[in-house]
């Protein structure tokens, strides 16, 4: 039977296969504007700030005439000549592969979401030194939005791609990223077409607003909220342990 991506991650959910809520950390200045706006920002993949992500591995196991056969699907052209010359130059034919990669990479759009809400050092990288908030979203309240949700892959070494002998995987580069970031527990939503781009999200997914330890807006975003119709958003704050270094999230009464 073939499922939509909707009724995927229905299914994916209960089967725990998908976590029941992501969370997003925000400064205060971007938190004013998904509120009044409900859309969320979707970046390209060339405006991540760490130099090694989405970088991949070329794997040149394919022969000339499988080149060939991509090559001239890629240009639209059937100069198999011009194909053979780059496939017996090296450089040539990884140059022309990345570009071809990089051409379907640009135009997917990607939003970055956590399974963890109360990590250190993201609160003090993505929510302004504890300044700002982090969203909690109930994924299954907004199955269009969501539907595109994968998984982070974290590794030692850079994702191996065939491009010439399949195509289709070329997505995966933008779900991998080194072990150095695992403690981040990522998820992403990536929407072809979207890059660079807003893109609304339904009001009602927003279940809870986390206040940083250091935020001193609470009053504004709860006024925005309510006039802004996101009803079922709970608030907490989050302080810090007089013990140890963790935060204790508790809720906040209006």
């Known amino acids: 039977m073939n499922y939509t991506k909707k009724e995927l991650l229905v299914i994916g959910g209960e089967?725990?296969?998908?976590?029941?809520?992501?969370?997003?950390?925000?400064?205060?200045?971007?938190?004013?504007?998904?509120?009044?706006?409900?859309?969320?920002?979707?970046?390209?993949?060339?405006?991540?700030?760490?130099?090694?992500?989405?970088?991949?591995?070329?794997?040149?196991?394919?022969?000339?005439?499988?080149?060939?056969?991509?090559?001239?699907?890629a240009t639209k052209t059937n100069n198999r000549r011009i194909a053979r010359n780059i496939f017996l130059d090296k450089e040539k034919v990884d140059n022309t592969i990345k570009e071809g990669i990089q051409e379907t990479l640009k135009d997917y759009g990607i939003k970055c979401f956590t399974t963890n809400h109360d990590n250190l050092l993201m609160w003090a990288h993505y929510a302004n030194n504890h300044e700002g908030v982090c969203f909690k979203f109930d994924i299954q309240k907004d199955a269009d939005f969501f539907q595109d949700l994968l998984p982070v892959v974290y590794d030692d070494t850079y994702k191996q791609l065939n491009y010439i002998k399949s195509q289709n995987n070329t997505v995966e580069i933008?779900?991998?990223?080194?072990?150095?970031?695992?403690?981040?527990?990522?998820w992403r939503v990536l929407k072809l077409g979207k890059a660079n781009q807003l893109v609304g999200f339904s009001r009602d997914s927003l279940v809870q607003i986390i206040f940083g330890c250091r935020c001193k807006d609470q009053v504004e975003i709860q006024k925005m909220c309510s006039e802004n119709g996101f009803d079922s958003v709970q608030f907490s704050k989050a302080e810090k342990a007089n013990d140890s270094y963790k935060l204790i999230v508790t809720p906040l009464t209006l």
């Open 174 to 186: 933008l779900r991998h990223k080194s072990e150095a970031w695992k403690y981040e527990e990522e």
């Open 15 to 73: 089967n725990k296969e998908i976590p029941e809520y992501l969370y997003m950390y925000s400064s205060i200045c971007s938190a004013k504007k998904i509120l009044e706006s409900s859309q969320l920002w979707m970046s390209s993949f060339d405006k991540f700030n760490d130099p090694f992500e989405f970088s991949f591995a070329l794997n040149n196991d394919y022969t000339e005439e499988e080149f060939t056969k991509w090559f001239c699907n």
